[in-house]
Structure formats: C-alpha cells, structure tokens
C-alpha cells in the first residue's frame, strides 16, 4: 500500500515537471530574442532604433536602421483591421446568439470554426489575386489623382486582416453574449423593450467587458499577421499618410529581409522582431487584465 | 406597418458578410484551383511536366516533396506535443489543487504562448534550435519549433475535454479501489478521447497552414528531407508561398492553394464532428 503510494506521487511528479514545460518555454523564447535582440538596440542606439525614420541597411557606409515607419505601418493597418473586423464581428456574434435559429446556428458555428482554421497563406493569396486587383481598379476608376493606387496598401491589408480577425472577435463576443444572465434580457423585455432595445442597450453593455477582450485578442491576432500582410501591404519601408498606398509592417520586415540579412543587420531583424513581441507581451498583459474583470 | 429596426438590419448584414466572406475565399480558390488540378493530373497521366511529379524541378513545380515534408512534420511536431500537452492538461485537471499559484502560472504562460504570433516562433527557432543548439536549417528545427506553437493548443483542448468527464466516473473509479493513474488511464482518457483528438487535428491543421514559422527554421529547398535531423525541406505552405512569390507559376499556385484548402476543410470538419461527439455522450 505505502508502495502504491510512493509510485502514484512519483507520476505526479512527472506530470508535474511536463507541465512546467510551457514555463521553460515561455522563459527559454524571452532569454533567447532579449539576448539577441537587446545588443543589437544597444549597438544602434535604443532611440535612434526606435524613433528613426530611415531604414536603409544596406548603406554600407553609412547604413541606418529606424523602424519607426514599420512600427507605424503595424499600428495603422492594426486600427484598420479593427475598424474593419470589429463592428463586422460583434455584429455577427449577436446575430449568432440573439437573432439566429437554432438550425442555422448549427450551419454558421462550424463556418466561423473554418474561417479560423484557413491558413493565412490563403487568406493573402486571395488578396493577392482579388482584392488588389479590385481595389486598384475601384480607386483608378475615380480618375482623381489622390485616389491612385496600385492596390498594395494600407486599405487593402486592413480590409484582408479584418476579414482574418473575424473569427477571434465573433468567438469570444459570442461567449461573452452568452455569459449575460437570461434574466437581464428577459426583464428588460418585461419592461415593455423591443427585442432590438434589449439586445443592444441591456445585454450588450452587461457583455462589454467580455467584447473588449476579443477586440485585444483580435489587436494581438492583427499585429503579428505576416504571411497575408506581405502579399497585399506593398512593404515599403517608409512613412505615410496615404491609405491607398503601400507600408511595411515589422512583421514583414523580418520576413522579407532575414533570407539576406547577415551581421548587424540580422541583428537588426531579431531586434525587430523583439519590439514585436514587447508589443504582443503588452496585448497579452491588457488581455488577461481585462479577462480577470470579465471572472469578477 | 412594421417598420425595419435599422439595428436588426445591421446585424443580418453582418451575419451575411461573415459568410459571404468565407464562401467567397473557398468558392473562388477551388473554382480556380480545380480545373488545373484536373490538368496537372492529365499531365502526370500523359508524363509531361506536372505538380503531381515524383521529383521537384523548376519545371514542373511539384508538390509531392513538400507534401511528403508536410506529413513527417506532422508525425513528429504531433507526437511531441501531444505527449507534453496531454500530461500537462492532465496534471493541471486532475492533480492540480484548486487555486494553486503554481497552476496560475502554468496557464498564464500556456495563455501567453498562444498568444505569440507564428513569425515570433519562426525567429526563435532560428536563433536557438538552427543556430544555438546547432541543428541548421533541417526540418527537426522546424518541427521542434512547430511543436512549441502547438502546445497550448493541445494542452487547451485536452483540458475542456478532462473537465467535461463526469466528477461520478472518479468517484466510481476510486471507489471500486483504483488507483489515481489507473483511473486516469483506463476511465478517464477514454472518456475524453474524443476531445482530446479534436484538439489534435485541430493542431494539425495549424501545423499544414503554418509558413511564417517555417520559412528560417525547416527553411525552403525542395527536395524529400529523408534525413530530417540534417536536411532541411520546404512544407506544403511554404511551397505555396515559394509558387506565389517567385511568381512564375500562377496556375499551379491556384492548384496548390485548392488542395491546401480543402486539406484544412477536411481537417476541419473531422475535428468537428468528434467535438460534437464529445457533447453528445452527455
């Protein structure tokens, strides 16, 4: 018996010490792009990295890295694809729970399950193939010269990132919908409200938090998209106001550069990479916060 | 009269929209996939140049390799994670006590890696398995770092499906006079067995689309990796975005992304028919 005991508390450990993996893995992913990465900030200056806003690496001379247009290319097709996914998919979430019969829900959950699963790689071979040639076209159709655009831009990668963070904001604002007590609709609709009235001005303020967590999950989804932002974004790495034409984002700035990239420059890239992930460290930590607000 | 609620207007439009969205990606990739499918098998049949070529060449495209690469990376990222995942899940379901600081940070840090974006799991196997642990450009270095990616993913759903296991099922386990491991082993994990595959193939389905994480660590060359702890091998994806990226190859392109698509459809659809399962033994 006391045997018996010993060997069960051994497979506890054991488990134990599997399941602090992830933590090994979290801490190993950190030590190694902070390793690698902070030398290089160090070696190019933390401000003039951050805050410049030429990047030209392949200067030899006098080569210069500022990613500051990448991380406003991040930030700006970021906004747009929450401009664009957000309204689409709270929209649809309370459509999934509040308008939907029962039938078509068990047609539409599986759809939006799918949207999930499509790998990005298609996502952005369709806005290769049919959103920039649309949206140059549309736009070129105007004949207005401040309207021209060759279809890479910032409008195209937000329009396809919104498409992208659809499922991630329906999905949760569909648990945070459902997560209202039944009571708060079914009073207000005793008090003599419309189902619209109920839906929008009773459950859906008592669902705030919930929605606000998918929009931070849908921020984090956006930001760090690379593969269906490099085919429709254009990638110049440069500043600019104009939506219609072309931006690089930090993401595709890895990507596009690291096959070719040695020394500083690769250092460069990595260190790119690290501002990323402080970024989505951010989105995590804004996540979990709001999350926690949602338990209470 | 019944007037037209402006706010039920919009949320049809928006259901509508989510849809149309995801008919309309699927129905024109297969529409300009499938026809060349068709043709590459004509080819293949007729021995010109095809996708469906035993051999890589610039010639014809193929993606056999890749899909050959695709399949090791699958078995191996799979194996590894789902052994770590399914302990993990069931250490924190079973053994875990309730409000254990511990289990908090397992789940924060489960919860972060999720939330890591694939590029960031593409530069960190290029820096620690390529360069630091010294396995180069090889496809083991692009299924190590995909098996990371899935881990929270496995670890996620084997959790709902434990917790979905009736608290009775214990209880009759240990009352009977088994043993905790016992219990977990021959009650338990059958129980779930369904949720636990769909969150399976569901990883597998993220490992098939996966590229950004691929492209520096298993890397791009064309061939079979038979040696996958030394030679590197492109996966389906990244074939795809070699094809759409060198440009030269538009059609055949369609056709790759056709056959991807429906991959991933189908993997979807089997996961959700296990998950339903799942619910339905309730």
Request: charged share 10%; proline share 3%; glycine share 8%.
């Amino acid at each position: 018996m006391l045997r018996e005991k010993g060997k069960e508390r051994i497979y506890e450990i054991f488990f134990l010490l599997i399941a602090s993996l992830s933590i090994v893995c979290v801490l190993v992913i950190c030590v190694f792009l902070f390793g690698q990465g902070i030398p290089a900030m160090q070696k190019i200056g933390l401000f003039d990295f951050l805050t410049g806003t030429t990047w030209n690496p392949a200067n030899e001379s006098n080569p210069s890295f500022g990613i500051f247009p990448m991380i406003l290319g991040s930030i700006y097709i970021t906004a747009g694809a929450i401009i664009v996914g957000v309204p689409i998919g709270v929209l649809t979430a309370i459509f999934m729970t509040k308008y939907c019969p029962d039938h078509f829900y068990k047609f539409l959950k599986p759809v939006v399950d799918l949207m999930a699963g499509i790998p990005s790689i298609i996502y952005g071979f369709f806005g290769m193939t049919v959103m920039v040639p649309f949206i140059r076209d549309f736009f070129n159709g105007f004949g207005i010269k401040a309207l021209q655009t060759n279809g890479l831009s910032i409008f195209t990668a937000s329009l396809l990132l919104g498409f992208m963070i659809l499922p991630t904001v329906i999905n949760l604002s569909e648990s945070a919908i459902r997560a209202v007590p039944d009571f708060y609709y079914e009073g207000s609709r005793a008090l003599g409200a419309t189902h619209e009235k109920a839906v929008f001005q009773v459950v859906l303020p008592a669902a705030k938090s919930g929605v606000l967590a998918s929009v931070v999950l849908g921020i984090g989804r956006a930001i760090g998209e690379t593969m269906a932002v490099i085919m429709v974004a254009g990638n110049q790495a440069r500043i600019t106001t104009n939506i219609l034409s072309g931006i690089r984002t930090l993401t595709a700035n890895v990507v596009i550069e690291m096959a070719y990239a040695a020394d500083l420059h690769k250092e460069a890239l990595i260190a790119t990479g690290v501002v990323l992930f402080v970024f989505i460290l951010i989105i995590n930590l804004c996540f979990s916060i709001v999350k926690r607000k949602v338990g209470n | 009269m019944k007037k037209l609620n402006p706010l039920k207007f919009l949320v049809y439009a928006a259901a509508f929209f989510t849809i149309a969205v995801v008919v309309y990606i699927i129905g024109y990739i297969l529409y300009k996939g499938a026809p060349q499918i068709v043709t590459e098998i004509s080819n293949y049949m007729q021995g010109e140049y095809s996708l469906f070529d035993y051999k890589y060449s610039s010639k014809n495209v193929s993606l056999v390799p890749s899909v050959i690469n695709t399949l090791i990376m699958i078995v191996i990222s799979l194996g590894i994670s789902t052994v770590l995942g399914v302990s993990t899940a069931i250490y924190l379901v079973e053994y875990a006590k309730t409000g254990n600081k511990f289990v908090e940070i397992i789940r924060i840090t489960s919860e972060t890696l999720s939330g890591i974006p694939s590029i960031i799991y593409g530069l960190f196997g290029m820096i620690f398995f390529v360069t630091y642990v010294g396995l180069g450009f090889s496809l083991i270095s692009g299924i190590l770092t995909v098996a990371i990616m899935i881990l929270p993913l496995i670890i996620r759903s084997t959790e709902e499906a434990l917790k979905a296991v009736p608290m009775s099922y214990r209880e009759a386990s240990f009352g009977l006079g088994a043993a905790k491991l016992r219990t977990i082993w021959v009650i338990i994990l059958p129980s779930a067995m369904n949720g636990v595959l769909a969150g399976i193939i569901l990883a597998i389905g993220r490992v098939i689309g996966e590229t950004a994480a691929l492209l520096y660590t298993s890397g791009t060359t064309t061939q079979v990796a038979t040696n996958f702890m030394e030679s590197g091998g492109r996966t389906l994806s990244v074939h795809m975005y070699m094809l759409t990226s060198e440009g030269t190859h538009f059609e055949q392109a369609y056709a790759t992304a056709a056959i991807l698509l429906l991959v991933v459809v189908l993997i979807n659809a089997l996961s959700y028919v296990l998950a339903k399962r799942l619910t339905k033994g309730r």
